[in-house]
Nanobody
Framework: DVEVVESGGGSVQAGGSLRLSCVPS????????MAWFRQAPGNEREAVAV???????YYANSVKGRFTISHDNAKKIVYLEMNSLSPEDTAAYYC??????????????????WGQGTQVTVSA
């Protein structure tokens, strides 16, 4: 069975950093594109960043310049490096795989497989 598993969440103070990891398993080849979404209580799930097989990436305006998405081809891990965190970044972060690559990168329905999420909490 295919599976997407996130890790690396935690609690940090404002201005701190965290690195999230996403490991897709069970796929015949690494799924791409892969994206990170987040969802705060009472809010809709929103796109954070995406990375494509050829290395291109896109970011939500709210995280540009602070977050970096990357892919380790050898380890088949997708990372989300988060710097200068603020309380507004507090949310459950989800990794998602798009097996078709046809939809909008920042649209939830574009993605087929989702992880269970990892919580990020930023205190003031």
């Amino acid at each position: 069975d295919v599976e997407v598993v996130e890790s690396g969440g935690g609690s940090v103070q404002a201005g701190g950093s965290l690195r999230l990891s996403c490991v897709p398993s069970g796929y015949t080849e690494s799924p791409m594109p892969m994206a990170w979404f987040r969802q705060a209580p009472g809010n809709e799930r929103e796109a954070v960043a995406v990375i494509y097989r050829h290395g291109s990436s896109y970011y939500a305006n709210s995280v540009k310049g602070r977050f970096t998405i990357s892919h380790d081809n050898a380890k088949k891990i997708v990372y989300l490096e988060m710097n200068s965190l603020s309380p507004e970044d507090t949310a459950a972060y989800y990794c998602a795989a798009d097996l078709r690559g046809l939809g909008s990168w920042n649209s939830v329905p574009s993605y087929n497989d989702w992880g269970q999420g990892t919580q990020v909490t930023v205190s003031a």
